[in-house]
């Protein structure tokens, strides 16, 4: 596994595991996507459109969780032949906004969940539902896209790891087989 550091803009409470992948269908299914129905904030880029798709493995790890133990827990798992599914397109709904996401499927992904629960770590979510977000849309109008995007169903392929933790980004690559 090769590490590749990056310093983020804003730092979290907590850090997270984030599983990246390629996804060119995305911007095609984002370009359907009216820009007077999307939800941003001024000076804050992560809202909009995604631009980074990817899965989140794990969100709360401790600010003690080092990137030796995470890619210890990762070990030396080996993705593939059989790529992810994008699939099932819904939203999480709240005042600010709703989140249009894919739910992502994958036998790897609850296994490396259970993994990465091995660390310190803080949830108030039990379950793991694999997602990947699409869009921040205004209040109300998930419902709309969902209707759009019905149906939908995408391969992705899974690329690198990130650990995002004390405003730093760590890479791992991942074995493909």
Do not use: W
């Not at 989140?56 to 003690?64: M, N, Q, S």
């Not at 939203?91 to 709703?98: A, L, P, R, T």
């Amino acid at each position: 596994m090769d590490l590749l550091k990056e310093n983020t803009q804003s730092k979290y409470e907590f850090g997270c595991v984030m599983l990246y992948f390629n996804f060119p269908e995305l911007l095609k299914l984002q370009e359907s996507i009216d820009p007077s129905d999307l939800y941003t904030e001024e000076g804050d880029i992560k809202y909009g459109l995604e631009d980074e798709p990817h899965c989140t493995l794990l969100y709360g790890l401790h600010e003690e969780v080092t990137l030796q133990q995470v890619k210890d827990q990762i070990g030396l798992v080996a993705f593939g032949p059989k790529p992810l599914t994008a699939h099932n397109v819904s939203c999480f709904k709240n005042e600010k906004y709703d989140v249009l996401k894919f739910d992502v499927q994958g036998d790897i992904l609850h296994g490396l969940n259970s993994d990465l629960k091995e660390l310190p770590y803080t949830s108030n979510f039990p379950d793991y539902h694999p997602h990947s977000t699409i869009a921040y849309l205004k209040p109300g109008l998930g419902d709309k896209y969902i209707e759009m995007f019905k149906g939908q169903k995408h391969e992705v392929e899974p690329e690198y790891i990130i650990f995002s933790h004390n405003g730093e980004k760590d890479r791992i690559n991942i074995n493909k087989i």
